[in-house]
C-alpha cells in the first residue's frame, strides 16, 4: 500500500480582469475586421491589392519631393518665398486630386465603393456642421484685411495674407482633408489590413509614408504627421468611418486663417 500525504491545497489567485479600456478596444479591432475583411480571396489576389497600396503610397512619395523640380514651388517651400504660394497651393490640390483618381480606379478595378474604405455617408447631422465649419472659415477669410493678418503673423511665409489667396487654402484645407484621409487612411489602411491582417502593420505602414512625405518641411512637422496618421488611422479603427478624421484635418489645415 502506497501511503500518501496531502498537504492543505492551495489557495488559487482569482484571475485578473483585463480593464474596462482593453476589453472595449478589442471589441472596436474585432468589429474593424469584420467591417475591412472582404470575402476570402486567393492569396495572389491579396498580394495585388497590397501591391497596388504600396505603388500609390510610393508615387504620392515620389510626387511630394519631385514637386521641389519646379522653381515656384521649391521657392515656396525651401526658400519660404510667399509670392509663389498660391501657386503652390494650386499644384498640390491638382496632385492630390490625380492621386484621389487613381484611388476610384483601384476600388473600380476590386469592384468597390468608396464607402467600402470608410468614406463618409453625409446625413442630416453631418451636413450642418460641415457647412458651419466651412463656412466659419470662408468668412474668416473674407472679413480680415490683408494688412490686420500682415501685422498679427508678421508677414509669416506659411500664413494667406490676400483674401483670394486665403479663400483659397479654404479649399484646399477642405480637398486635401478629404483626398489625404481618403487615400493614406481608408484606401491605405484598409487594404493593407487585407493583405497583412495585422493591424499595426496597416496603421505604422501609410503613416511612415504620410510622415516621409512632410521631411521637407522639418523634423518636427515629420513627428506631427506621424503621430497624426496614427490618431486618424485609429479614429478609423473606432468608428469605420473618416468623417472626424476629414473634420480634424480641414481644421489643423485651416485654422491659420483665425490668426
Known amino acids: 500500500m502506497e501511503l500518501k500525504l496531502y498537504g492543505p491545497a492551495a489557495p488559487q ?10 476589453r472595449w478596444w478589442e471589441e472596436q479591432v474585432e468589429e474593424f475586421h469584420r467591417w475591412a475583411a472582404r470575402e476570402a ?13 504600396a505603388g500609390l503610397l510610393g508615387l504620392a512619395l515620389a510626387a511630394q519631393f519631385a514637386q521641389l523640380a519646379l522653381p515656384d514651388v521649391r521657392a515656396y517651400l525651401l526658400e519660404h518665398d510667399a509670392l509663389n504660394r498660391a501657386t503652390w497651393a494650386g499644384f498640390t490640390l491638382a496632385k492630390q486630386g490625380a492621386l484621389f483618381v487613381l484611388v476610384l480606379l483601384a476600388l473600380a ?7 467600402d474604405i470608410g468614406f463618409p455617408a453625409m446625413d442630416s447631422r453631418r451636413w450642418p456642421l ?3 465649419l466651412v463656412g466659419i472659415f470662408v468668412v474668416a477669410a473674407l472679413v480680415r484685411q490683408p494688412q490686420q493678418v500682415a501685422e498679427a503673423t508678421g508677414s509669416h511665409w506659411m500664413v494667406p495674407v490676400w483674401t483670394g489667396e486665403r479663400l483659397l487654402f479654404v479649399a484646399l484645407g477642405l ?10 487612411r ?34 518636427a512637422n515629420v513627428f506631427f504627421a506621424f503621430f497624426a496618421a496614427i490618431i486618424f488611422s485609429l479614429l478609423l479603427v473606432w468608428q469605420r468611418d473618416l468623417f472626424w478624421p476629414m473634420v480634424i484635418h480641414f481644421l489643423i489645415d485651416v485654422w491659420v486663417l483665425l490668426v
Not at 480637398?175 to 493614406?184: D, Y
Open 13 to 22: 489567485e482569482p484571475a485578473r480582469r483585463r480593464p474596462r479600456w482593453l
Open 41 to 53: 480571396a486567393p492569396e495572389e489576389d491579396a498580394d495585388r491589392s497590397f501591391l497596388m497600396v
Open 109 to 115: 478595378i476590386r469592384d468597390e465603393r468608396l464607402r
Open 130 to 132: 460641415a457647412i458651419l
Open 175 to 184: 480637398g486635401v482633408a478629404i483626398m489625404e484621409e481618403t487615400i493614406f
Open 186 to 219: 481608408g484606401f491605405a489602411v484598409v487594404w493593407t489590413y487585407r493583405w497583412s491582417e495585422h493591424l499595426p502593420v496597416a496603421i505604422l505602414f501609410p503613416a511612415l509614408i504620410f510622415a516621409a512625405g512632410h521631411a521637407f518641411l522639418g523634423l
